[in-house]
């Protein structure tokens, strides 16, 4: 039976893999950590351990004690956060990971850790952005999802361990909105059209990024870790995405359920240029091959999930 730690359970993806693994493997197999506790579900449905993920010996304790064979390391400040901190953000997303790798390579856990469409810079090639390409970024985000994707090559290439990774583009869900991310207004949007009817967005028309419904997100953790490694050529840093898309372009999606919606900009400056200095579409063609990523929404038909969902939580 598996038995699998989750670090960062209540963020915006952790909290949804919870639920998912727990569905896949069994309530008891899936311990959820964070660094704060909540009274929601994913504290009330299964184990759950407070764990700061700078505390090496925390973290190599709680996965002893109940006896993981993986570890999912979610736990990170994401881009327009770490641009306000990026000391912390270098502290707690570098210092964390290698924490994780470390209690992975101590114990002989499998490992997964998302990067990011961050992990690209203003010199890679903008459109069908390939796996293997030039990565530069110019944001703390950026710099550390690079480290790591390398730090994760490193810990399979010299101790063996089984890390896996994809690139995620920015995830949209209904369940824990994002915080502190520069595609967090693909998830604004949406929880404005239903509360008020228009939406204010600080990031510009025409600014086209990577995005994917977390349905999607959750099956494609799923597969990669559960695919033949004799079939990976790569492990870590999987290009995944489900569509490329810019405002308008969902604005223009929500009024056919929403007539009146109103989209209205204000640009952020900061978060346009790290908008601006990412891709506007990447291929997931190594991950289609080497173990059959795909995806089952499109912009379409996750707005009109989105829409239905999120009107039984707000309204
Ligand atoms: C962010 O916007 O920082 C994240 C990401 C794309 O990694 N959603």
Redesign the pocket.
Known sequence: MKRILVTGALGQIGSELITKLRKEYGTDAVVASDIRSMDNEVVNGGPFELLDVTDAEQMNAIAKKHNVDTIMHMAAL???KAEEAPQLAWHLNMGGLVNALEVSREQNLQFFTPS???SFGPDTPKMETPQDTLQRPTTM?GVNKVAGELLCDYYHSRFNVDTRGVR????ISYVTP?GG????YAVEIYYEALKNGQYTSFIDKGTFMDMMYMPDALQAIVDLMEADPAGLKHRNAFNVTAMSVEPEQIATEIKKHIPSFEMIYKVDPVRQAIADSWPNSIDASAAKAEWGFKTKHDLTSMTKDMLTKLKTTIT
């Open positions: 994401l881009s327009a990011s469409i961050g985000y995620f583009p920015g995830l994002p991310g520069t595609t967090d």
